[in-house]
């Protein structure tokens, strides 16, 4: 009978058994969560690292960007601490959506993205900032290096869907996007997001 190496057995948890990318905050590793134009939010579950169906989309607005999280990264103190407005993190991965000139449809696939800003979202007293970045290979977004050389009717598009993603009829939804910020900023923020991940986890 054949042996498996045991490294090999298993599946790495997409949040834990992968990381950041050795040249973080630059260039980060993303998990796709979510495609664009996806009508139904999807979310990895944290226990078995599989995607899971969160719920349908209740509002008419659409993702603009491949959507996912940066592995080994946690939004708690340090994070909170780069938002004013908020009182502490979400407790989830950091957020990152990526842009591709070229469609892609596929989910939990990973990528090298670009990081060039962010929004500083914050949901109900807590900081939910997604990272905005570029696919690191793609030629049509090859001069982009900071968040103003992204047009603006993408990054409204995506204030537009983050600001009422979570919309449920009957249900009070406290989002704000504090502000949009550059490169410099988002790269602190995924720090913080990593040195969050070290502390709570403990590697």
């Excluded at 979400?90 to 990526?98: K, Q």
């Excluded at 869907?161 to 989002?175: D, H, M, N, P, W």
């Amino acid at each position: 009978m054949t042996r498996l190496n045991p490294l090999h057995q298993w599946r790495a948890h997409p949040w834990h058994g992968l990381d950041a990318g050795e040249n973080a905050p630059e260039l980060v590793t993303c998990f796709v969560e979510m495609t664009p134009y996806d009508l139904i939010k999807y979310e990895i579950d944290k226990t078995n690292g599989y995607l899971r169906v969160d719920r349908p989309q209740a509002s008419s607005a659409v993702l603009p960007a491949l959507y996912g999280f940066v592995p080994q990264t946690y939004c708690a103190k340090r994070v909170a601490d780069l938002s004013p407005a908020a009182d502490h993190g979400d407790g989830d991965p950091l957020d990152i959506c990526v842009i591709s000139e070229r469609s892609i449809q596929k989910s939990e696939i990973l990528l090298t993205a670009r990081v060039v800003g962010g929004l500083q979202m914050v949901d109900d007293t807590e900081a939910d900032d997604k990272i905005v970045a570029v696919l690191a290979n793609d030629d049509v977004w090859a001069e982009a290096r900071d968040i103003e050389d992204i047009p603006v009717a993408m990054i409204e598009r995506l204030h537009h869907y983050f600001s009422t993603y979570k919309l449920v009829r009957g249900r009070e939804v406290r989002v704000s996007i504090e502000q949009i910020y550059g490169v410099d900023h988002a790269r602190s923020v995924i720090e913080a997001s990593m040195a969050d991940y070290k502390e709570h986890y403990g590697f």
